[in-house]
């Protein structure tokens, strides 16, 4: 199993700033993922965090819209930019070994409200 | 494309009784799947899980079967408890380890 916090919990920030998460394991993992749980509960993956290369993106969800860093094997950052009140989610981290039977671990996630 | 449906909440039972949450999905091959659950305030949790047709996942009086046939993965527990009360997450597995859930389901116990 694998811990993961993230930081911040929660945080309300003006629409057309940015706000970076991050997101720390306690032990080095294969694959790390970010998701977002909108409200009426969805639960929709952004991104692959790859280590040393570029995320990979899952369909609707954008680069410059969503940059994400992934500088080792234990931590990983996910920055929402240029935010508007449609941003407002809560954002979870997970982490896997990455294989096809494996289950993820979850942090417990940051409330992000933009007004 | 590859999907998880999953039953619309909320879901209201009182406390013992029988209960039935409905997830089916579409995949090419034969995904893993799991069911996570979150409780008020908490993060996300591995409740379940089934890597291959016919397995049968439990835990905390839960289970769900794998059922190719009908590509289903429904869970049950035969009596709820008001500390069952929290958000249900169908997901299946997918290549690198990336999951995807359904929509979740609110099950909210009354004692």
């Known amino acids: 199993s694998a811990v993961i916090s993230q930081k911040p919990s929660r945080d309300i920030c003006q629409r057309g700033t940015s706000l970076t998460i991050q997101c720390q394991v306690d032990?080095?993992?294969?694959?790390m993922f970010w998701y977002r749980q909108q409200p009426g509960q969805s639960l929709t993956l952004i991104a692959t965090?790859?280590?040393?290369?570029?995320?990979?993106?899952e369909s609707g969800f954008v680069i410059d819209k969503f940059p994400i860093s992934r500088p080792n094997l234990t931590f990983s950052t996910l920055t929402v930019s240029n935010m508007s009140p449609e941003d407002s989610s809560i954002y979870l981290c997970s982490a896997n070994a990455g294989t096809l039977y494996t289950e993820a671990f979850f942090g417990q996630g940051t409330r992000l409200t933009v007004v | 494309g590859d999907s998880v449906t999953q039953m619309e909440g909320p879901v209201t039972l009182s406390e013992e009784a029988f209960l039935t949450i409905n997830c089916t999905y579409t995949?090419?091959?034969?995904?893993?799947l799991f069911w996570y659950v979150q409780y008020p305030g908490e993060g996300l949790q591995l409740l379940l899980k089934?890597?291959?047709?016919?397995d049968k996942g439990s835990n905390k009086g839960f289970e769900a079967t794998y059922r190719k046939e009908t590509t289903s993965f429904h869970l049950e527990k035969g009596s709820v408890q008001v500390s069952d009360s929290a958000v249900y997450f169908c997901?299946?597995?997918?290549?690198?380890?990336?999951?995807?859930f359904g929509r979740g389901t609110q099950l909210t116990v009354w004692p």
């Open positions: 997901g299946r597995g997918s290549t690198l380890g990336r999951l995807y």
């Open positions: 032990s080095q993992v294969t694959m």
């Open positions: 089934a890597t291959k047709a016919d």
């Open positions: 995949a090419t091959g034969y995904p893993s």
């Open positions: 965090a790859n280590q040393g290369s570029e995320a990979t993106y």
